[in-house]
């Protein structure tokens, strides 16, 4: 049984794991738990999972009626999906040492996390709180992927597509970038809390699954105007409240890096959200509700990779950023053409990559003091291009390989009949609002 705790990853103050001896833990030297810290870690725990379905809600008000509760059976879907396999498999590929020539990790000892029982981490949590706080971006990745295609899967393929995903994507991603040994993590990328493993990952997977796919039938030349924004509101308010948890409790801890990554949060979410309403103010003479929900997703994503690094100016820098090049993301979708159903890739794949890279350029001078001689602004920024390019290729090569098999074996996409009648009534026997003539 191992006893880890987190590290710096050059750059990344995040839970990449050290492997303590067993004799050391049989000598009485295991860490006792501090409670203070195992609390807020519990806290941030329930935060990310909120945003679960903080994010069906979200999703959910943006598509049509009759497809309501499909849309949310995705995020709900992972849940029971990333649940099990998580701690089944996932957290032993994630966070075990380098396996196959350190594609994955793995350790025996931690399947069904059997080998974490009495495990405390020298962080002084119980390290059963840090799987299920791993879990938990997990379960969450896989639902924001689903958000490029809704409305036009059957349930039975996305759930199998998601569990492959998980194990041949997910997981190795959170290897390489988290974990000591991981070849990103040991060239010291960035990543305190999912821009590339989350978010990235999420956003080109899903931009190659609508591709693939193809669009819903009947866009762009019939509007699909969204069923209830009321609720789109509430669910972007749950993802806010609980993003404190998925980038704060990211340290590991519940001191100043806690309240640094807290405070980034808040700031790039509010500087995202205001951005993005001027933009629509100039370019529409309008703001509207699914401007400002859309302008705070894209600051929450693009502070999520720096938020342990950065100072306040350099969160609202990027939060602004991150509206503008989401922004002109969804216009150049529109001018494509192609079907990103609910701009999965538009706002969390390229807030992702804008945070990842332009977070170089807005260090923390304290973080910068603290590096070796031999740093440099220069290197740094390549390491982070490097991971940018890593998580798209990698992600966009094997979820093709991925949608292609499911579509082809068990079927993906629903027939016309089915996509015309509805998700909710077609693969569900249900309707969202009890209408007996949704559309």
């Not at 809704?150 to 039975?156: G, L, N």
């Not at 999520?304 to 820098?317: E, F, K, R, S």
């Amino acid at each position: 049984m191992g006893v880890r705790a987190p590290r710096l990853a050059g750059a990344a103050l995040f839970a990449a794991l050290v492997s303590l001896s067993p004799l050391a833990s049989a000598q009485g030297d295991m860490p006792t738990t501090d409670t203070g810290t195992t609390a807020w870690m519990l806290v941030s725990t329930a935060l990310v999972l909120l945003m679960v379905p903080g994010l069906a809600m979200f999703y959910g008000g943006l598509v049509r009626t009759k497809n309501v509760l499909g849309t949310m059976m995705h995020s709900f879907g992972a849940m029971a999906v990333m649940g099990v396999l998580w701690v089944v498999c996932g957290y032993a590929m994630a966070f075990g040492p380098n396996a196959l020539g350190g594609w994955t990790g793995w350790n025996p000892d931690f399947v069904m996390l059997l080998g974490i029982d009495d495990s405390i981490m020298p962080t002084h949590v119980p390290e059963y709180v840090f799987a299920m706080f791993q879990g938990k971006f997990a379960i969450i990745t896989p639902a924001i992927l689903a958000g490029a295609f809704a409305e036009r899967v059957r349930f039975r393929g996305y759930l199998v597509l998601i569990a492959l995903w998980g194990i041949l994507v997910y997981n190795p991603l959170c290897h390489w970038v988290w974990a000591e040994g991981g070849f990103l993590f040991d060239k010291g990328a960035i990543d305190f809390a999912g821009g590339t493993v989350v978010h990235i990952s999420a956003g080109t997977s899903g931009l190659v699954c609508a591709l693939y796919l193809g669009a819903r039938r009947g866009y762009p030349k019939i509007a699909m105007h969204p069923s209830n924004l009321v609720m789109t509101l509430i669910g972007a308010g749950l993802l806010w409240v609980g993003w404190f948890g998925f980038n704060a409790g990211s340290a590991v801890s519940s001191g100043l890096d806690t309240a640094r990554a807290l405070a980034v949060t808040q700031a790039a979410a509010a500087a995202g959200a205001l951005a993005w309403i001027v933009i629509e103010a100039l370019h529409h003479g309008k703001a509207t509700s699914l401007g400002i929900v859309s302008g705070i997703l894209a600051g929450l994503v693009a502070i999520t990779p720096a938020a342990g690094v950065v100072q306040i100016p350099g969160a609202m820098i990027l939060g602004v950023a991150a509206a503008i090049f989401c922004y002109g993301a969804i216009l150049l979708k529109n001018r494509l053409g192609y079907d990103d159903s609910l701009d999965a890739f538009g706002i969390h794949g390229v807030g992702g990559i804008v945070g990842a890279i332009l977070l170089t350029f807005f260090l923390r001078p304290s973080w910068v003091a603290g590096q070796d001689a031999s740093w440099s602004l220069g290197h740094q920024l390549l390491v982070q291009a490097e991971g940018v390019l890593v998580s798209v290729g990698y992600a966009g090569v094997v979820t093709l390989v991925l949608v292609v098999l499911v579509d082809r074996t068990i079927g993906l996409r629903v027939s016309e009949p089915e996509e015309m009648a509805g998700l909710d009534h077609s693969l569900h026997g249900e309707h969202g609002y009890g209408l007996l003539n949704p559309n």
